[in-house]
């Protein structure tokens, strides 16, 4: 049987139990699925969130990648966010609560591709603590 591809997206910039259950309930959308972690470039984290990462991109890729939750973790594009949705082709893409950097066009941007792929938000964890700017104020 094969596995159902759930891919996701983020900074990931240090594991915490938000992340972890993000995974989980990718993980777990589909009964026998395969979970493709994204992993924002640094440029792209300063260009979307105002400043770069603690961690390095490659530091955080390693760091995903010994998650038992995940089965692949790749970098994401720098320029064609596009280009690595594509290669993996995910049959899945599951999106945070609150994702909204390239996912306003995702599904139309797709399917110009010609590739129709269902589009998923997952639930938020704590969202009031797991969020990296909460968990960095309070060390």
Do not use: W
């Not at 594509?86 to 110009?112: C, F, M, S, T």
């Not at 010609?114 to 938000?121: E, L, P, Y």
């Not at 009031?128 to 309070?138: E, F, R, S, T, V």
């Amino acid at each position: 049987m094969e596995k159902t591809r759930v891919m996701v997206f983020g900074t990931f910039d240090g594991l915490h139990r938000g992340h972890l259950n993000f995974f989980t309930q990718a993980k777990k959308f589909m009964k026998n699925s395969f979970l493709i972690v994204s992993i924002a470039r640094d440029e792209n984290v300063l260009k979307i969130k105002g400043h770069k990462p603690k961690l390095k991109e490659k530091v955080r890729r390693d760091l995903v990648k010994k998650c038992k939750l995940v089965d692949k973790v790749i970098l994401a594009g720098k320029t064609e966010y596009l280009r690595h949705i594509l290669k993996e082709h995910p049959d899945i893409i599951a999106l945070g609560y609150d994702q909204r950097a390239y996912v306003k066009n995702l599904k139309k941007d797709l399917k110009e591709k010609g590739i129709s792929i269902k589009i998923v938000r997952l639930k938020p964890y704590k969202k009031h603590i797991y969020k990296n700017h909460l968990l960095n104020k309070k060390n």
